[in-house]
């Protein structure tokens, strides 16, 4: 009965012997699968970046090129403008008056004017408010309108 509790307590020394040999060889393969495991996060996080990558420059340059013409475009237009209201500094003006032309209207925009051209049809919103300095009277009427049935400026719904 001893050599087999001697036996089994060798047997088990040996198996465990065994066992931290692999687990130890186990730890260099995990190592290499979280290696190969960031190694696959990394290309398709890659892959990911570069559509989106590609995508929102394409959206950058349409913006880019829309502004960009914009600009050239108003800076034409304020060319052309003084162009055609000042003579060439090389060539002599003009003297004879053309009778078909009329002269512009160079009197400055008002504040209203200019809002007015913001805004479109709206009106001002800024007009002098109707309820200030109301009585005590007025104002449980004004609730009452507001609160339908609460008649006390007190109630609460």
């Not at 800024?126 to 009585?135: A, F, I, S």
């Amino acid at each position: 009965m001893k050599k087999y509790l001697l036996s089994f307590i060798v047997l088990s020394a040996i198996l465990s012997a065994i066992l931290l040999a692999s687990a130890c060889n186990n730890s260099a393969e995990l190592e290499k699968l979280k290696a190969q495991q960031q190694e696959e996060i990394d290309l398709i996080v890659a892959s990911q970046l570069s559509s989106l990558r590609v995508s929102l420059d394409s959206a950058c340059h349409a913006q880019f090129d829309a502004v960009l013409n914009f600009r050239v475009d108003s800076l034409l237009a304020v060319a052309e403008a003084k162009k055609a209201g000042s003579p060439k500094s090389g060539t002599k003006p003009n003297t004879t008056p053309k009778s078909n032309t009329t002269t512009p209207d160079t009197k400055p925009k008002t504040i209203d004017e200019k809002m007015k051209d913001v805004r479109g049809n709206a009106t001002s919103t800024t007009g002098p408010k109707k309820d200030v300095n109301l009585t005590p009277k007025e104002v449980e009427e004004k609730m009452k309108n507001v609160r339908g049935n609460a008649t006390k400026t007190g109630d609460k719904k």
